[in-house]
Structures are given as C-alpha cells and as structure tokens.
C-alpha cells in the first residue's frame, strides 16, 4: 500500500488488515526497520522523508478528521472585511472551504485548491499570484509568484506544510513551494500554522517558517501515546508559539481538559501581541472566547449553516 500510495495512515492500513492499530503499529516499526519504510506520526511513507513528498491524492487521505477540525477554529480567526493570506494543502484547503461565508473577505492565494473551494463565494473576493502550476499539489510556485507577492502587506498568513519542529519551525520538502511561502509570509502581519499532530516532530527538507517567526498553531489534540508530538508542542510554547488545540470532530477542547504538560505561560511579548499582557497557552476555547461576541455568534452561524 506504501509503494502504490506513497503514504497511509495506521488507521486505513488497521481497516485494511482488520486488525488493530497497535499491532499495525507493531509491524510498521519492524518494516521500518528493514529499510522498507519510514514511520510517521500516524502513518508512513516511502523512505528518504527528507526530500520525498506525497501527492494531493495521498495527502488527502491523512489525518481527514484532525484537518476538518483545526480549519473550523482556524476559521475562527478571521475576521470579517478581513485581507488575508493563504497557502497551498489540504489543510488550507479545509479552511477555505469555511471561509466562503466570511463577507467582505479577501483572500490572496497561490492554491488552485483554495481558489476553486471560493470561486463561488460571491462575498468573498479571491486574488491569485502568478507562477508556473506544480501539479503533485496544485499550486502556483516559481518566480512569477513571488514576484506578484511583491509589495503586498495582508493581515495574516494562514499556512501548511510538511513538518513542523521547535528548533527549525515548519519546513517542506520542495524548493520552490518553500520559496513562495517564503514570500507568502514577508506580506503578512502574523502568521497562523495549520498543523495536524502527524507532521510534529517532522523535519522535512527546506524550512518555511522559522519557529520565532510563527504566531500561533492551530493543531488537533495528540494521541495520549504519542508522546513525541507533546513533547514538540511544549517546546513550541516554550518558545512563545500561541497553541491552539481542536477537539476530534471539530469541536474545540475544553479549556479544562487541556493535557497537563501545555499549560506552562508562554513568554512574551510576540509580533501581534499586546505589550504587557498576560501570555498564556491557548487552548481552542480561549481562541475563541477572545472575540467579540457578534464574532462568536457569527462563527456558530457559520457552523450551524
């Protein structure tokens, strides 16, 4: 399945087999081992992760419901009248497909998937970089589209990528769309990461988004065994990186139910933090119990439509 694939996730190879996830688990590791396949955080891949990278069909197939749940709060965040920036992946793909009800927004992107999950938000205004098309994920790359970044100043950059660590922040494992979200994050005031917990602790070729650059996390709650992507999210907080976590099936986790070890304040002050605040690690609610409260009713419409 990983030779035809590229990828799959334990939870697909245990449906598969029709067996359970900690024995797929189990076999992962011994195929690993034998140089047929490289681990990752709820899956695998072909081996040499450092310069390899799945398609659009295979990324799409992994971690589906940890990706519906972070771009349902990630939508959270963007305000209405808004301008705002938004890269290339599932997860972005995700968002956007939440944002076609936000009025007055602006979305400037270099992803035919985000253009085309907006093309008939007819409230929603949509403005593409140029560039030559990558077809593995369908998104605009090269020095047409950095060049049409140029001069652009947007609040936000919402964006994905390969892997995310605390010593080097989010990385791809391709040059050129390395390059464009280079410039996708010089237009914006702060930047927002989408990031499931399968790409924590994954260091890919090409860094992004050096981790002090990185505002906030928008992430899904970690499998109580994985103790790796704990581990990476309290060494983001540590270094100042906001964290939000969605709940499983997109409902954000109870600010009293946050893991123990993420609950350290974050220092401070940040780009896009108010001096003399008290900074704190975020969980979902708290994201969005910090707006307004005709943003929150406007945020459950948008849920219940």
Known sequence: MVRANGAVSLRELARVVQTSEVTVRRDVRALEAEGLLDRRHGGA???GGFTRESGFPQKSHLATAEKTAIA?????LVEEGEAIVVGAGTTTQELARRLARVPGLTVVTNSL???????????????MTGGTLRGSNYALVGSG???SLQGLRVSRAFLSG????AERGLSTSNMLSASVDRALVQAAGEVVVLADHTKLGTDTMFQTVPTDVI??????????HDDRAGTELQALADQGVQIAVAGSGGDAVPAG???PRRD???PGPRRGQVQGGAPQLRSAAAVLGDQPQSERARVADMRRR
């Not at 349902?72 to 959270?76: C, N, Q, T």
């Not at 390969?162 to 660590?165: A, E, K, M, P, V």
């Not at 505002?215 to 109580?224: H, I, Q």
């Open 45 to 47: 891949v072909l081996p």
């Open 72 to 76: 349902d709060l990630a939508a959270g």
């Open 113 to 127: 998937l985000v253009a085309q999950a907006l093309a008939h938000a007819n409230r929603v205004e949509v403005v």
């Open 145 to 147: 589209a950095e060049q």
């Open 162 to 165: 390969s892997g995310l660590t």
């Open 215 to 224: 505002t906030r996390l928008v992430t899904d709650e970690p499998p109580a």
């Open 257 to 259: 139910r946050q893991p």
């Open 264 to 266: 350290v304040p974050l």
